[in-house]
C-alpha cells in the first residue's frame, strides 16, 4: 500500500519535472543566436521566471533521484 503511494507521488515529480524543463527558454542556436545569446547575458537579461524554473528542476530532480533510490532499495 504505502509503496503504490510512493509510486504515484513519484510519478507527480515526474509529470512536474517535465514541465518545468519544458518551460524554460530554450537556448539560442546558430550564428545569430550566438551574438543575441552573448549580448542577453551581457546586460543580465535572464532573470525572474528562467531563473525560477531552473531550481525548481534543480529541486524536483533531486526529489526524483532520491524517490528512486529509495524504490529500487525497496524491491
Not at 503511494?5 to 550564428?31: E, N, R, T, W, Y
Not at 524554473?53 to 532520491?66: E, H, P, R
Amino acid at each position: 500500500m504505502l509503496k503504490s503511494i510512493v509510486m504515484g507521488f513519484q510519478a507527480l515529480i515526474a509529470i512536474a519535472l517535465i514541465a518545468s524543463i519544458l518551460l524554460q527558454s530554450g537556448k539560442s542556436a546558430g550564428l545569430s543566436g550566438a551574438i543575441a545569446g552573448g549580448a542577453e547575458s551581457f546586460f543580465g537579461k535572464k532573470k525572474g521566471l528562467d531563473q525560477l524554473f531552473a531550481k525548481i528542476t534543480i529541486v524536483l530532480a533531486v526529489i526524483f533521484g532520491l524517490m528512486s533510490l529509495v524504490l529500487a532499495v525497496w524491491n
